[in-house]
């Protein structure tokens, strides 16, 4: 009989060591999950905040190529002008050039019927006399 009660005290010491490792990791078991829980939560919200800048990058890339389309029709004014400017220019250039050619004329002109004036007034005097 003490060979038995040995036995079931050495079944009872052991059922209590299994229930304390048992107990022990359990407790292990459950900071690990209240752990993976904190990251989970903390994955969670960097998924959001992801997800928030890719939504924040998709709308810079969408503003990137609406002022690129922006900026191209820009610059092709910008050169049909400058092309205009510069046929102005050209013209400006050919009219002064032009405006010099007559106002030599007319000098001429001026100088040829002011010299044909004091020539009829000689003549008209020498009438007179």
Partial sequence: MDS?????????????????????FEE???QNEAEAEKFEEQLRTVQKKMQAM?????????D???????????????????????ALRGRNIL?????????????KATLELAGACKRADQAVKKRIE
């Fill in 95 to 107: 009219l002064q050039e032009n405006n010099e050619k007559q106002e030599d004329r007319l000098c």
């Fill in 4 to 24: 038995i009660k040995k036995k079931m005290e050495k079944l009872a010491n052991e059922t209590a060591e299994a229930e304390a490792r048992i107990s022990h």
């Fill in 64 to 86: 990137l190529f609406n002022q690129t389309v922006k900026l191209e029709v820009m610059e092709k004014k910008a050169g049909n002008a400058e092309g205009d400017v510069s």
């Fill in 54 to 62: 890719e939504s924040q990058f998709d709308v810079c890339t969408e």
């Fill in 28 to 30: 292990i078991k459950a």
